[in-house]
């Protein structure tokens, strides 16, 4: 970002963040169903995608022999689900505005994001998915060792039969809760904002956690839809990704449109931006 962009930020308004309730997150999710029906050959693309990169962490985890670590990869892919969504924002934008719809179009707008701010939150998540495997196998060493499993089977008789198996789980699933509670408050409005608005993805983080503070039952209540909704498509083979994964990114758009306002902005920046 050059200096007279970074200017023009700082001369800028920050988003105005509205408070919602619950009927607006169900609000938010029969616009999200109703996108999915209107063009649900874009979610289901998508999804299948995202299906299939899924899957192709849990094999290459067998594949190297590493089965017992199937279950926090396939979880830790998951995290990637918002970069994985912002094709599906597009498309309920695109909807929205009544602007054309097409793969060119939306491809077209993603590729455009190169070098842009949407970057530097993929860095966000990554860093994100990183530290989640991370505690994994820091867990792994300080509860069960330095051991490998010869199976996932004999990796989840541990963990559900010994008294350290056990503490991995519960602590396992608390740290990732925290990461996961983290990631959701920094994305949740974020993505959809850079995709729409030429902001700095700092704003963008910071007005995402402040609509999660702003209306901390909706939203939260929201992540934990979206987490359990997210296990039972795992299940069977990721297979339930391939519905799941549109109509979430499709009702994320929504519920962006319902958080966050832009406000009016001065003339002085509205000119620093006509100058860059």
């Known amino acids: 970002m050059s200096e007279q962009e970074l200017a023009s930020n700082e001369l800028r308004p920050m988003p105005q963040v509205n408070k919602i309730t619950a009927n607006d997150v169900i609000d938010a999710l029969a616009a999200g169903m109703a996108d999915f029906r209107r063009a649900p050959v874009y979610g289901i693309t998508i999804g299948a995608i995202f299906a299939a990169g899924g899957l ?18 396939a979880a830790g892919f998951v995290l990637l689900g918002p970069f994985a969504a912002v094709g599906l924002y597009e498309v309920s934008r695109r909807l929205q505005s009544g602007e054309e719809l097409s793969w060119s179009k939306i491809l077209g707008t993603m590729w455009a994001q190169k070098g842009r701010e949407l ?5 966000v998540v990554l860093f994100i998915q990183i530290m989640w495997m991370y505690q994994v196998r820091l867990l792994l060493a300080l509860f069960l060792g330095f051991r490998s499993f010869a199976s996932f089977e004999e990796f989840l008789t541990e963990i559900v039969s010994t008294p350290e198996g056990l503490m991995f789980l519960a602590v ?16 949740v409005i974020s993505f959809p904002l850079l995709l729409e608005e030429d902001r700095d993805f700092i704003t963008a983080m910071i007005t995402s956690v402040r609509a999660v503070v702003t209306s901390p039952v909706p939203m939260i209540g929201w992540a934990f839809a979206v987490t359990a909704t997210l296990i039972v498509s795992m299940a069977p083979g990721f297979l339930g990704l391939i519905i799941t994964l549109p109509i979430l990114g499709h009702t994320t758009w929504h519920l962006y449109k319902k958080c966050v306002v832009m406000p009016e902005e001065p003339a002085s920046s509205v000119q620093t931006q006509s100058s860059t």
């Open 56 to 73: 192709f962490v849990v094999l290459s985890a067998a594949a190297l022999k590493m089965s017992y670590l199937s279950y926090p990869a």
């Open 119 to 123: 970057s530097w939150m993929a860095f």
């Open 172 to 187: 396992g699933h608390v740290v990732g809760a925290i990461l996961s509670l983290i990631l959701f408050s920094l994305t």
